[in-house]
């Protein structure tokens, strides 16, 4: 990756393999998921279309449970990730998973990655900012779609669309 670039999450997407049918491991392991079954902290990205997104594998070795990252706020490098994305407004620039990962430069060379090594792509604490969490059903999924698995900070505009209700109300400012 080239430059430094940082985000802090305001968006995620939860996926359990065991009884999740939108989950991509809950047929078993495959060349794809195999690193969902490895250690916690390991990048899953995976090609839709032409585009890339992000997940966190978050369970123990052997449950291939993840996180999908929907939306970072740009947080430094925002230079570079302009550069990568094009003339976009700001508040779109990482405004959902392929957009991020074109932001920061995230493709299937970051499969497998390790969060927790400290070198590339790494996850640290946030502090100081206050959150409003808000949960809706996952953007994109037919199966499950009753799970309200998206987890959003409501008082960010860098959430991406559609809007869950409770924000819908009262938009992000801006």
Known sequence: MHGDVA?????????????????????????RTDV?????????????????????????????????????????????MRARRGQVDDARLTDGPAKLCEALDVDMRCYGDDFCDGRGLHLLP???????VVSAPRVGVTAARERLW?????????????????????????
């Not at 985000?7 to 060349?31: F, L, M, N, Q």
């Not at 032409?50 to 706020?73: D, F, K, M, S, Y």
């Not at 946030?126 to 409003?132: D, E, F, K, L, N």
């Open 7 to 31: 985000g802090r999450i305001v968006e995620t997407e939860a996926y359990a393999a065991e009884g999740d049918p939108a989950a991509h491991a809950s047929r078993g392991r495959t060349a």
């Open 36 to 80: 969902l079954f490895e250690m916690p902290g390991r990048a899953y990205v995976f090609r839709t279309r032409q585009h890339h997104c992000l997940n966190v594998a978050v369970e123990e070795r052997g449950v291939p449970g993840c996180v999908l990252i929907r939306a970072l706020e740009p947080v430094a490098g925002i230079e570079t």
């Open 126 to 132: 946030a502090t100081g900012v206050p959150v409003r």
């Open 150 to 174: 998206r987890y959003c900070d409501a008082h960010s505009r860098y959430v991406s669309r559609p809007w869950p209700a409770p924000m819908r109300r009262h938009p992000p400012p801006k």
